[in-house]
């Protein structure tokens, strides 16, 4: 089976329950997510249309940049790739294993060690115990954590918390990797082997899709290109 991605007029809407001074929400929610606010006449309930009717296929062997502002729908329209979102219409076909590096830290258990953590992202992100144990030693060691894996994540710095979550999150094997921006662990130290890192994870998924602001990086890794505003795609090109 090749790996592809088939959206055909897709639409995610996010509902708002409270209809009390609705011309500050229309203000807050237009500058937050880019969507415009719509109501629901069966039911009276506004919703933000935050992606309207997109449809695009991607194919193997694409690296695709999303670009646009914020609140232009790269963000959800990753969300919705990743299955956090679920589109009130349309269709979406996805074919391949799903790596998300959308939020690396999302699911760390602060009072789990760091070794604990491992097993737990592990299981989160749908690996098998024996794939976990075969990959422990190797996340281990790229984490340069040494004997603070057996402390609690707690008593990490940030930069180590974001370490063992780098680690942990570009571990993965899959057919398409969704990155919104391209990562940074902050430590001018790890810097150069987490791009390193990065870029072998590029190289061998067979779809890339990032949302990102910067055009030479988008050039620089990139084929295609989506430019989306008030979440529509506005232009699809090759580059």
Not at 71 to 90: A, C, D, E, F, H
Not at 100 to 116: C, F, K, Q, R, V
Not at 172 to 195: R, Y
Request: proline share 2%; hydrophobic share 40%; glycine share 8%.
């Amino acid at each position: 089976m090749n790996t592809s991605i088939i959206a055909e007029n897709i639409s995610v809407s996010f509902p708002v329950f409270e209809n009390s001074h609705r011309s500050l929400k229309n203000t807050i929610l237009s500058a937050s997510s880019g969507g415009k606010l719509a109501t629901n006449n069966s039911k009276g309930i506004d919703s933000v249309d935050a992606l309207s009717n997109l449809s695009f296929e991607v194919i193997q062997g694409e690296k695709v940049g999303l670009f646009g502002h914020n609140g232009s729908g790269k963000t959800t329209l990753l969300r919705s790739l990743s299955g956090i979102y679920t589109p009130v219409s349309g269709n979406l076909k996805i074919n391949g294993r799903v790596a998300s590096l959308l939020d690396i830290a999302l699911g760390l258990d602060p009072d789990a060690t760091g070794y604990e953590n491992i097993y737990l992202r592990g299981v989160l992100d749908g690996r098998s115990k024996d794939t976990i144990e075969h990959q422990i030693a190797e996340i281990a060691e790229f984490s340069e954590l040494g004997e603070f894996l057996n402390l609690p994540v707690r008593t990490y710095s940030s930069g180590m918390s974001l370490r063992l979550a780098f680690a942990i999150s570009t571990s993965i094997e899959a057919d398409i990797l969704l990155m919104d921006e391209w990562l940074s662990v902050g430590d001018a130290n790890f810097t150069e082997k987490a791009e390193q890192r990065i870029e072998a994870l590029i190289g061998s998924t067979s779809i890339l899709i990032i949302a990102t602001h910067n055009e030479d990086l988008l050039k620089r890794i990139c084929n295609r290109k989506i430019h989306m505003e008030h979440g529509k795609i506005l232009s699809d090109e090759r580059l």
